[in-house]
Each structure stands twice: as structure tokens, then as C-alpha cells.
């Protein structure tokens, strides 16, 4: 018998939408346009799992929980929160309502269906013990306190499950996704060799500010800078590796390939020069002199699970990586700095502008740079 699965969400396109994928997975799908509607048809037939918008209006999709939480049947019926807003605060206060999971709009078709698959096993676990504890309840007397241990050890196991559930947060999706796929094998996971487009970027002036600005005003900056960076990333696909302090590092073509991946992440480098600068302009009227330039190299690069037990990354090795943060090193406020083989890969779609051999540090000959200036519409390049 297929899962059953209910839709909130007040927009009728995207419940279209979310039908359509949902029962193109061979899934029962129901469909309730807002909150109240939510909650009747799901006591009349309680689902197997619930996608549920949050921003509705008159009942909030928050409001909805909330009320689920308390019905001594649907509180144990998975909740995927489906929301544009991206604030910690705004995932904080989801997951304290009782949410087992947060997806941002707009989501990733394969990234949607592995957290919905996910619940849907979270569910059937959930099913299995309950059924378990009712039949144990119905044993003789003498096993009373044999069942109540059971019954803790198993509830323990189901919070650890959906305390690891939730710290998938704080990958990278991709990695994330694929540490979570429905599969046994995680060859990715080991060190392979792939071409891959980095992308390193950073704030111009930061560290000036910081020796000036108090620290709340720092704190108040990095994370504007990081949400937009972050929402620009998650939407062109990017791995996000790592970003330390306004430093920040992605690239494309891996853990999944990707075949325009040098496009990608130029198309990217633009959008972000754009939504930085925006940012930087209204930090200027703050009293901040902040600029934003980045750097882009294409090459092969060791990519796999890095570190020691207990402490795990996925990260690529490689001079590609040296070299994008080198040619952000460079650039100056404003800047799309590239290597040649970057340049080479788009140059039917921008308009660049060469640079000449730049020395940099850690290279032993000068690299050949090109200035991206903007995209060509009529895709001549330069």
C-alpha cells in the first residue's frame, strides 16, 4: 500500500507541483490549500507524512504543528517544514515546534525526495515501535519491567535518530544527501580525482573594519554576508566546503557531476558580485567601507572524506584550489578574477578582459588572468 502523504501550502502552483512529483514516486498524495483544511483532513485520515508551508495566512504553518503536536495520533506523524525563509532563528523556532525537518525554497527535486524518503522510514520506525509497545504492554505481568527498559531504550534510539537527522543542517546539501542516500554504498565518499570550478571569495576591507567596528557590528555583518552568499550558492548547486571567518570556498562538478559546471559557477560569481554588492553599498551608508572580489580556477583536484574518526569533512585537495584563492587574493572590490582555463571554458558567454601573467604566491611561473566583466547575451564572447 503506497505512503500517504498531505501538502499544505496556500499557493495552488505549488501544490501542483509537489502532486505531481509525489505521485509520479508511486506515492497517495492529499492536498489541503491552508491550515484548518490541514487539520481535518489529516484526522480524518491520518497520513504517513506532511509537507507543510509555513507562511499561510490566518493559520501559519507554525500553528499547524503546533496543534499536531497535541493530538495524541498525528503528534507521531512526520512534519517537513517547506519555507523561503532562511533566518537560524526562523529554523530554530520550526524545530521547537516540533518540526522533524526544514527545507528552503525553492528545493532541489532529488534533495526533497531524500528527506521525504527519510521521513517515510523515520515513520515506519516510529509505526514498528508503537506496535511493538502495545503488544508488550498486553504481556504477562512478570515482564512489566522488562518492557518499560525496552520501551526507554527505544525511545532513546529514536531521539539519537532524529538528533542525527538534524545535524545534516550543517553540511553541505550535497554531501548531506548523499551521507543520507538509501544506499549502502558510499564510494563517493572515498578519495577520487575530478575537474572541478572553485570559486573563492572574500570581503575587501574586512579585517580594517573589524579592528574599528565594535564586535556586534562585525557578528551583525558577517551573517548578512553569509546568508547571501549561502542562498546564491544553494541555488546554483554549489558544495559549499568551508567558510571561515568573510573567507568562503565552493565549488561545482562534485560530489555529483555536473556537465556545464564551469558556467555554473561563473553565472554564480556574477549573481553574487550583484547581491554583495547591494550589501556592500548599504553597508557603506552604515559607515563601512566593504568591497567583495572572487576568483575562479578550473582544474583536477582529490576529493573525498578528510579528517579523523569522530571528526569528518568532505573536501578537495588540489593547486585548483590554491589558485582560485590566489586570484581572489588579487582582485580588487568589484572583481571576477578567473584562470585561463576557466576563461577558456566560457568564453562563448561573457565578456572578459585579460590581465596579463600575474606572479602569484605559492606558483612558481606567473598565471595568465582574465577579468569576467558580464555576460554576453548574444554569446560571442570576447
Avoid at 324 to 342: M, Y
Wanted: aromatic share 6%; with cysteine; hydrophobic share 45%.
Amino acid at each position: 500500500m503506497p505512503a500517504h502523504i498531505l501538502v499544505v501550502d496556500d499557493s495552488p502552483e505549488n501544490l501542483e507541483i509537489l502532486r505531481v512529483r509525489l505521485e509520479a514516486q508511486g506515492y497517495e498524495v492529499g492536498l489541503a490549500p491552508d491550515g484548518e483544511t490541514a487539520l481535518a483532513r489529516a484526522a480524518a485520515k491520518p497520513p504517513d507524512l506532511i509537507l507543510l508551508d509555513v507562511m499561510m495566512p490566518r493559520l501559519s504553518g507554525l500553528d499547524v504543528l503546533r496543534r499536531l503536536k497535541t493530538d495524541e495520533v498525528l503528534r507521531y506523524v512526520p512534519v517537513v517544514l517547506l519555507t523561503a525563509r532562511v533566518e537560524t532563528r526562523d529554523v530554530v523556532e520550526g524545530l521547537d515546534a516540533g518540526a522533524d525537518e526544514y527545507l528552503t525554497k525553492p528545493y532541489e527535486h532529488a534533495a526533497l525526495m531524500a528527506r521525504v524518503r527519510s521521513m517515510l522510514r523515520l515513520k515506519a520506525l516510529t509505526d514498528t515501535v508503537r506496535a511493538q509497545a502495545r503488544e508488550l504492554a498486553d504481556q504477562k505481568a512478570a515482564l512489566a519491567e522488562s518492557n518499560r527498559d525496552l520501551e526507554s531504550q527505544v525511545a532513546v534510539k529514536a531521539a539519537e535518530l532524529q538528533r542525527i537527522g538534524r545535524l545534516r543542517r550543517f553540511l553541505s546539501p550535497q554531501i548531506a544527501d548523499l551521507v543520507a542516500a538509501d544506499r549502502d554504498d558510499h564510494s563517493l565518499l572515498e578519495p577520487h580525482r575530478r575537474e572541478i570550478t572553485v570559486v573563492f571569495c572574500d570581503l575587501r576591507g574586512f579585517t580594517a573594519f573589524t579592528d574599528t567596528a565594535a564586535p556586534e557590528e562585525v557578528v551583525a555583518v558577517l551573517r548578512e554576508y553569509h546568508a547571501t552568499v549561502g542562498q546564491a550558492v544553494f541555488h546554483y548547486e554549489g558544495t559549499l566546503e568551508h567558510f571561515a571567518g568573510d573567507g568562503i570556498m565552493t565549488y561545482f562538478n562534485d560530489p555529483y557531476p555536473c556537465p556545464d559546471h564551469t558556467e555554473r559557477a561563473v553565472r554564480m560569481a556574477f549573481a553574487l558580485r550583484e547581491r554583495v554588492g547591494s550589501l556592500s553599498r548599504q553597508w557603506d551608508a552604515r559607515g563601512h567601507s566593504i568591497g567583495f572580489g572572487l576568483g575562479l580556477a578550473r582544474g583536477y583536484a582529490t576529493l573525498g572524506q578528510i579528517g579523523f574518526e569522530g571528526r569528518f569533512e568532505y573536501g578537495a585537495v588540489g593547486s585548483v584550489t590554491n589558485l582560485a584563492s590566489r586570484l581572489c587574493d588579487v582582485a580588487q572590490a568589484g572583481q571576477i578574477v578567473v584562470s585561463r582555463s576557466v576563461f577558456s571554458a566560457v568564453q562563448t558567454v561573457v565578456q572578459a578582459r585579460p590581465l596579463g601573467n600575474l606572479p602569484l604566491k605559492g606558483f612558481l611561473r606567473e598565471v595568465a588572468a582574465f577579468e569576467l566583466v558580464g555576460m554576453s547575451e548574444d554569446r560571442t564572447g570576447t
